[in-house]
């Protein structure tokens, strides 16, 4: 599933090709993707103007200037596309488009169906059941190591399995947790609640680190995300552990090299000797 980085490369290239386009024409190929879309939603969104978007966590807010939000979550394998509007057909994945008045389109992709969009009132964006209870951005300045500290008191899970719980913090995935925590030189399976202090520090400049540069590297292409511009990202080249069972440690001498276990059913990776 898309993650933070990901889903942040995407809105951006959106906001080149629909912020401030006025959508002039709308349309979608099924009823359904994981689950129905909104009634009339194709209609609703033909005619109006995009203002601004954004994202929260791992979904994009798309703010429209009649004061709704089109919401978009990826699921696992979405994809959103730009090119020219054209009379080409629909292919058999694509899902959703839309055409603005510069004349481009974007086609919402998804061949597993995963993904979701719905429209509601920007007024009652807290309260969606999607976002509300969502922790804070860790690229904010509010997402501090104090922050963080307070989030993890009393929770006696892996530290890894927490940081994917995003009520504790918005938009951190499998790939990236593995990544801060070997940053931060923090083991995967230390219980939560004994991150304080300088390690707390350390994770939190770990974790934003780690997404910033993640970002500027288009996300992380290993089977379905792409750019709007059909390009790969390529944060996977810098991978420190995420998928390197086996491999050397960066930076370390430890002879076994990155360790793979499983907590909560996903795979993490990590340096036994460099992380503790």
């Known amino acids: ?10 809105c951006r290239g959106l906001a080149e ?3 401030g386009r006025l959508l002039v024409r709308a ?18 969104l ?9 994202r929260r966590a791992k979904y994009m807010t ?18 959103m596309l730009i090119g020219p509007a054209d009379d080409a057909p629909p292919g058999k994945h694509d899902h959703v488009l839309v055409e603005t008045d510069q004349g481009r389109r974007v086609t919402y992709n998804d061949a597993r169906r995963f993904g979701l969009m719905d429209l509601f009132p920007a007024a009652d964006m807290s309260n969606h059941p999607l976002l509300k209870g969502l922790g804070p951005e860790p690229l904010d300045d509010a997402f501090t190591p104090a922050v963080l500290s307070r989030a993890l008191v009393g929770k006696s899970g892996p530290i890894k399995t927490v940081l994917l719980d995003q009520t504790v913090v918005a938009g951190i995935g499998n790939i990236y947790a593995s990544e801060s925590l070997f940053r931060a030189r923090i083991l995967p399976d230390r219980p939560a609640e004994t991150i ?4 707390s520090e350390r994770l939190v400049k770990a974790i934003k680190s780690v997404l910033t540069e993640a970002i500027a590297a288009g996300g992380s292409s290993l089977r379905d995300h792409r750019r709007p511009n ?3 990202g390529y944060f996977q080249h810098a991978f420190a552990v ?16 990155v360790r793979r276990i499983v907590q909560a059913g996903r795979s993490t990776f990590f340096c036994a000797k460099r992380q503790k």
């Open 1 to 10: 599933m898309p993650e933070l980085p990901e889903v942040e490369t995407v």
């Open 17 to 19: 090709a629909l912020q």
């Open 27 to 44: 349309a979608t190929f099924r009823a359904d993707l994981r689950r129905p879309f909104p009634p009339a939603f194709a209609e609703r």
């Open 46 to 54: 033909q005619g109006r103007r995009i203002e601004t978007i954004a």
């Open 62 to 79: 798309l703010y429209l200037d009649d004061g709704w939000v089109w919401l978009i979550h990826l699921g696992m394998s979405g994809r």
């Open 196 to 199: 304080t202090g300088k390690q």
């Open 230 to 232: 059909g390009e790969l």
């Open 242 to 257: 995420y998928d390197r069972e086996g491999e050397p440690c960066p930076g370390c001498t430890c002879a076994e090299g």
